[in-house]
């Protein structure tokens, strides 16, 4: 007898109802594992593990089965992850977004159970998940790419692969870890030595490429620096009831500079070139608002240096902008970032009238329109990327400001509807990415934290607590040059897309009857 036939024997013990158990748990844990392995944690290694179990668990399933785990993963995923989404709100919110997002999961689990039987499985199988993760990143409404594998790997030992390939490109590669994990570990239970030469060699070329091509990326120095000072005024309360203290964030983003100003004019501590304070700092809007106006001024004349400002400008129709602006302490008000990628059922709502009828809380959603243009603004003659927030976390926004000639990365974010859960973290691994794809530093402003300085070698230099009032001044690189994946953008989405296509429809012609 063969030793699969004995495996299989084996196998044949157990009852396929405890078959069906043992798979939805391992499923859901494998889902909840990766969730592990995202910050605040420091567990990065956990996701190709959590990878290689959902594989095992797909092996041999039919797509339709497959779609079923892996929707069961994208819920243990999505549900432990996306809580924030609810923290004022309730959990019909949360709990609809995360099953909505697992939905990506199930479509990866009816792609495995394909390609995951041809030859070269494993470079198929993360083909699939990076087109999935590509798709999910768009759509609907302009997608949710929270969640990507590669924002889970700040602290990893694979994240200088962002230089070489993106967002995309991490997640690619500890995929693909995964599934040649999995392979070792089938080949283990069969039986079957000779099958761990495929799995060894692949994982040593991985590392061989690593150390061939990461120190290229990071051995430019910068050209010129400047010194930043991002402005954490904080919130009186926690919740969405802040947005009825407009004039208090306000007067506390002021006050914070005006105290700035005075241990800069008593020589406490160097003059920052330029100042950047969170989205939403102002929600007065300045332009219509005189007092308003007059306050951010006052801040501007007495640290002497421009400031970027998040203000909520009224238009027409009952609209709004979500704005950055950059306000010089001579000229007042200049160039200005509008929010281009905004929270659909936050900062907008889809299909308004349509989603009106069915749900009364639809209408507390705002009514925001999108900004155009490239996402970079002239401070202090300083070009700089501006991803408002949610913007952050879409590789094409932050890429299109790089190669439009940004030299630092601002995200101005607030936080503050959040409370103390896990989204401010997540939001600060999604810059560190950022910082190493691009090779700029990323400074990011909050109104209640966590405000950071982030190195283009993706390391911390410094950041605040939650809801405390703070500064932070550091002199940051400015760089000019660009990465691979600055340059190269989409690219490998597109070719991972057209392989698991091309290995669809070859899987599909040679197994069909021949006559």
């Known amino acids: 007898m063969s030793r699969h036939s004995d495996a299989r024997r084996v196998s044949a013990l157990v009852p396929p109802a405890l078959h069906s158990v043992l798979r939805t748990a391992a499923a859901v844990g494998s889902g909840w594992m990766l969730y592990v392995s995202f910050p605040p944690r420091h567990l990065w290694f956990l996701a190709p593990v959590a990878i290689a179990i959902l594989v095992v668990t797909l092996r041999g399933r039919s797509p339709r089965a497959a779609s079923g785990y892996g929707y069961l993963a994208g819920l243990g995923f999505f549900v432990p992850l996306l809580p924030w989404v609810g923290t004022y709100v309730g959990a019909v919110p949360w709990l609809a977004l995360a099953a909505a997002e697992a939905v990506a999961f199930g479509v990866f689990g009816a792609l495995a159970a394909v390609v995951g039987r041809c030859r070269g499985a494993p470079l198929w199988l993360a083909c699939a998940w990076m087109a999935v993760e ?19 790997q700040p602290d990893g030992l694979l994240l200088p692969l962002a230089a070489l390939a993106g967002a995309p490109g991490l997640s690619f590669v500890v995929v693909l870890l995964g599934t040649l994990l999995a392979a070792v570990a089938a080949a283990v239970v069969n039986l079957h030595p000779r099958a761990l030469a495929g799995p060894a060699a692949a994982v040593a070329a991985v590392g061989l490429l690593m150390w061939m091509l990461v120190p290229s990326q990071t051995a430019v120095p910068a050209e010129q ?3 930043v000072a991002l402005v954490q005024g904080n919130v009186p309360r926690l919740g969405l009831d802040f947005n009825a203290q407009r004039r208090a964030v306000l007067d506390n983003h002021v006050q914070r500079t005006l105290d700035l100003a005075e241990k800069v004019r008593t020589r406490r501590v160097v003059r920052p070139d330029v100042v950047v304070w969170p989205e939403n700092s102002s929600d007065i809007d300045p332009f219509g608002n005189r007092d308003a106006a007059a306050q951010i001024d006052r801040a501007a004349r007495a640290i002497g240096v421009p400031i970027l400002v998040g203000a909520v400008v009224t238009g027409n129709n ?18 200005e970032h509008d929010k281009r990628q905004l929270v659909p059922f936050g900062e907008y709502l889809p299909m308004r009238n349509l989603m009106i009828r069915l749900s009364s809380y639809a209408a507390q959603a705002g009514n925001f329109v999108p900004g155009t243009g490239k996402g970079v603004v002239d401070l202090a003659g300083v070009p700089v990327a501006v991803a408002t927030c ?20 601002a995200v101005p974010t607030n936080n503050a509807t959040f ?18 794809e691009h090779d700029r530093a990323v400074v990011i402003a909050a109104t209640s934290g966590v405000s950071a300085v982030i190195k283009p070698d993706g390391d911390v230099a410094q950041q605040t607590a939650l809801f405390t009032p703070d500064v932070l001044i550091a002199r940051v690189p400015l760089k000019t040059t660009t990465t691979i994946a600055t340059r190269a953008g989409a690219a490998g989405e597109g070719i991972c897309a057209a392989v698991v296509l091309a290995v669809l429809v070859v899987r599909t012609w040679t197994s069909r ?3």
């Not at 009952?318 to 160039?335: E, L, Y």
């Not at 879409?394 to 790089?402: R, T, W």
């Open 134 to 152: 590509a798709a999910r990143s768009r759509v609907p409404f302009g997608g949710f790419p929270w969640g990507r594998i590669a924002f889970g």
């Open 225 to 227: 620096s400047v010194t």
């Open 318 to 335: 009952n609209t709004a902008r979500n704005t950055m602006v950059v306000w010089d302490p001579v000229s007042g008000p200049g160039q």
């Open 390 to 409: 949610y913007e952050v976390a879409f590789d094409d926004l932050v890429a299109e400001s790089v190669r439009a000639g940004a030299q630092l990365i």
């Open 419 to 436: 409370g103390r859960t896990e989204m401010t973290y997540q939001q600060l691994a999604m810059s560190r990415v950022r910082a190493v």
């Open 513 to 515: 009857p021949r006559t």
